[in-house]
């Protein structure tokens, strides 16, 4: 059936490359010169509708000084062309109607203007968010306050997202983000990618994008969207780049730091961009149970406290190189890399008292990992347009590999209520990790007709994962392997997926709709020891994720817009929460895998208003088949944590979002979100069914006091909500920043974060047998951070790179 489907849309892609010839596409096209009748490049042309002024189309020409607009309905046009140091140029008036197709401008020649400027600075103020057809942007400059942060920082800020005490990310209420570094997967999960975006600095970053439902080229994979970051990019000829030094003073120190630069002269363009991060940061973590007997009466209480001191270094590096082998096509090749050494400290003390509240016994435990984390990847790419079809085709190959080596040492002492020792004992363990990613793609897009374009797609993506986990226990002097948590596990997965993705933009009307189909092939494979058998587990399947998108302007100048959008998706659980045995926390608490686990299915609706592109509200309604979520189970005083199916799941939220610039020197982006959550699940202690409310908003309040001087303030609200078996409280935070322009070139920036230490976070744990718990989790969330950045290179230029776009999506699934 599978191989069925396949053939069956193979054929349709090839009918629909059949099709494309048969349809004219309207276009106005020319080339740019400059007075010495040289090429060009990065000249800015915008495309008008002469009857009233509206902007239809921009662009930026091309090295070859060529630009073109496509697929230009019947009407009446005039182009406007600008350049820093060159006047600008109008063209006549532009018909295009049925006796005329296509307009060829011709060569344009720009004349420079009759004073040469030493050096011209063009201030432009960005809005924070901006929104699309099918995603939000964040601009993450636009906020002082991102300074001398780390990546998960600047998502905490973004409308719509929310990072939990773990560093999870949830979009628009729901879990199970994917997330991608340049349109290229992040291929983490868990505490590596909350790792990995704290070593990423905010000074890295341009540009954030929110995909609730992404569009049909992406893999469908991710319940809650893709949420795609986007780093630094200089866009000039010759040598040109930046500096950002960030120092952060909370009760620790932290520093984040990044260099970008880009080199192009004629047919080569290298870029780059160097990150250093130190990390050093805590957790105060408490948690209180109170186990009762049958009858409900106390057995015991059991307080434990544990604080984390972490600290680490981290060196991010993506480096690559552009060939231009023609004006039609493009070759590269991108290298990635990262590697972090870091240690984690754990001093953990548990006591136990009677019904009574009398000391029973304290037992003081000292946990150790020492973290050795490397990450290397590698990515060609190749991009063709064609000049007479309008068409663009892409290919990238990828290979992606990760190693982890982590020592843990647990040091455990059991002592009696007068604190004499009862009992020591000692488990270390070593786990190696070793992930090997490997990605085929490409894309090919065209006109069909004069509105319409036609998108189509084929990936091919291989995993394999090896993991081992082999621990001893000493006891007395003596050492001996555990064979309960000992365990290695093997796992291999195979992605096959193709996407057709059809697109029309009209003067009031703009639609796409898409088909992607995925095949899962995946193999598990436990390996035994002297006390646990060996297991595995196959699994095959297919399905088709469907998209559309509809937006309509209510009227002619496009102030009120509707839009609609479907999508459905699918949530592979994590490589790692496959593998069904037990990893220690601490001695009290146990991570255990689940086998069973099976892909969660979402399928989303949203509606919304967007007025002047200043105010947009959002209805949206989620139905969410067998979600993955954390559950804990109490066996004999101990906790177990394992991911486990929610049977179903409803999340329905309206939300709001503006940017308001009420003065030129006031302007306020605000976002409010209201969520409900309704689930029902078969769980330890019974049928579960819940439903809590969730209201989250943030404010951004942005003040430009002189020319050089510009101040914010930021406050962001999260009440308290329950969602399946856990009962999480509210918080708040509120922060402030200044910025001041020392040059053109150099800008030093002052934020302070979490001023009233009110990043907080506390929950109740629900449906435990016989028991009652709580926590309370405090980390270093107040701080002050000092950011320099320095820009050196051209302040402006006439040329620029092409833009490439790599393999779009994977699966950020390893999880160690």
Do not use: C
């Not at 319940?223 to 780049?241: E, L």
């Amino acid at each position: 059936m599978k191989l069925k489907l396949l053939a069956f849309l193979a054929i349709w892609i090839n009918i629909a490359l059949t099709v494309r010839a048969q349809q004219p596409a309207a276009k106005i096209y020319g080339t740019v010169k400059d007075n010495d009748g040289k090429n060009f490049e990065y000249a800015t042309v915008a495309l008008y509708r002469a009857k009233d002024s509206v902007l239809v189309k921009s662009a930026f020409t091309e090295a070859d000084g060529k630009f073109s607009f496509e697929q230009l309905a019947n009407n009446t046009y005039l182009i406007k062309i600008a350049a820093m140091g060159y006047n600008n140029y109008k063209s006549a008036l532009l018909q295009i109607d049925a006796g005329q197709q296509n307009i060829n401008l011709g060569d344009i020649k720009l004349s420079a203007t009759a004073h040469t400027l030493k050096e011209v600075s063009i201030t432009q103020k960005k809005a924070f968010v901006e929104r699309k057809i099918d995603r939000t942007v964040v601009n993450v400059d636009a906020l002082i306050s991102n300074a001398g942060t780390t990546a998960l920082d600047v998502l905490s800020k973004s409308p719509g997202v929310l990072v939990d005490q773990d560093g999870g990310i949830s979009l628009k209420g729901k879990k199970g983000v994917n997330v991608f570094i340049d349109d290229k997967p992040a291929y983490l999960s868990g505490a590596d990618l909350e790792n990995y975006l704290k070593s990423l600095p905010s000074s890295a970053i341009d540009q954030i994008e929110l995909m609730t439902n992404p569009p049909a080229k992406y893999d469908a994979a991710g319940n809650a969207g893709v949420i795609n970051i986007k780093t630094k990019k200089s866009k000039v000829v010759g040598f040109n780049g930046g500096l950002n030094l960030g120092l952060n003073q909370g009760e620790l120190t932290r520093s984040n730091n990044s260099f970008n630069f880009n080199y192009r002269n004629n047919k080569i363009n290298v870029f780059g961009n160097l990150s250093y991060n130190l990390n050093n940061s805590f957790t105060d973590l408490d948690l209180n149970r109170v186990y009762k007997k049958p009858d409900q009466s106390i057995k015991s209480f059991f307080n434990q406290n544990s604080y984390f001191k972490r600290h680490g270094n981290a060196f991010n590096l993506k480096t690559g190189l552009d060939f231009y082998a023609s004006e039609q096509t493009t070759w590269g090749v991108v290298l990635s890399g990262m590697t972090r050494v870091s240690n984690q400290v754990n001093n953990n003390t548990s006591n136990l008292f009677n019904p009574a509240m009398q000391p029973d016994s304290i037992i003081v435990a000292r946990n150790v990992d020492d973290i050795n984390f490397k990450n290397g990847g590698v990515n060609f790419n190749m991009r063709h347009k064609f000049k007479k079809e309008g068409g663009e085709l892409t290919f990238d190959a990828d290979y992606i590999t990760y190693r982890n080596q982590t020592d843990q040492v647990y040091y455990n002492y059991s002592y009696f209520a007068d604190k004499t020792l009862k009992s020591h004992d000692i488990l270390s363990g070593d786990l190696p990790s070793n992930i090997d990613i490997y990605s085929l793609k490409t894309d090919y897009s065209y006109p069909l007709g004069k509105t319409w374009k036609l998108a189509s797609g084929l990936k091919s993506s291989y995993t394999k994962t090896d993991n081992t986990a082999d621990y001893r226990n000493t006891v007395n002097n003596v050492t001996s392997p555990d064979y309960n948590k000992s365990n290695h596990f093997l796992y291999k997965e195979n992605i096959n997926a193709a996407y057709l993705n059809m697109s029309s933009e009209g003067k009031r009307f703009s639609v796409q709709a898409g088909l992607r189909l995925e095949n899962t092939v995946s193999d598990g494979h436990q390996l035994g020891n002297a006390m646990k058998p060996d297991s595995s587990f196959k699994r095959s399947y297919t399905s088709l994720f469907p998209t559309f998108y509809l937006t309509y302007k209510l009227d002619t100048s496009g102030h009120h817009q509707l839009g609609f959008n479907y999508g459905k998706r699918i949530d592979r659980p994590y490589y790692q929460d496959l593998n069904p045995f037990f990893s220690p926390l601490d001695k009290f608490t146990y991570y255990v895998g689940n086998p069973f686990l099976k892909p969660a299915y979402t399928q989303s609706i949203e509606i919304s208003h967007s007025f002047k592109n200043m105010l947009t509200t959002t209805f949206s309604y989620s139905s969410i088949k067998d979600e993955v979520n954390e559950t804990i189970e109490i066996v004999d005083g101990t906790y177990y944590s394992r991911p486990g199916n929610v049977g179903k799941k409803k999340i329905l939220s309206i939300s709001m979002d503006g940017n308001f610039d009420l003065t030129k020197w006031l302007s306020i982006h605000a976002y409010a979100e209201f969520s409900n959550f309704r689930s029902k699940t078969d769980f330890y202690t019974g049928f579960l069914k819940t439903n809590g409310n969730l209201f989250a908003g943030n404010t951004n309040v942005q003040l430009k006091f002189t020319p050089t001087w510009s101040g914010e303030l930021n406050y962001r609200y999260q009440s308290s909500f329950r969602d399946v078996q856990f009962d999480i409280g509210a918080l708040q935070e509120t922060g402030l920043a200044v910025q001041k322009k020392l040059s053109q070139k150099t800008t030093l920036k002052l934020a302070m974060n979490d001023i009233f230490r009110t990043r907080v976070f506390n929950g109740v744990i629900n449906n435990l047998a016989n028991t009652e718990a709580n926590w309370r989790n405090r980390s270093d969330s107040r701080n002050v951070a000092l950011s320099l950045s320095y820009r050196f290179g051209k302040t402006f230029s006439t040329k620029a790179r092409s833009e490439q776009s790599g393999a779009e999506s994977e699966k950020n699934r390893v999880k160690n």
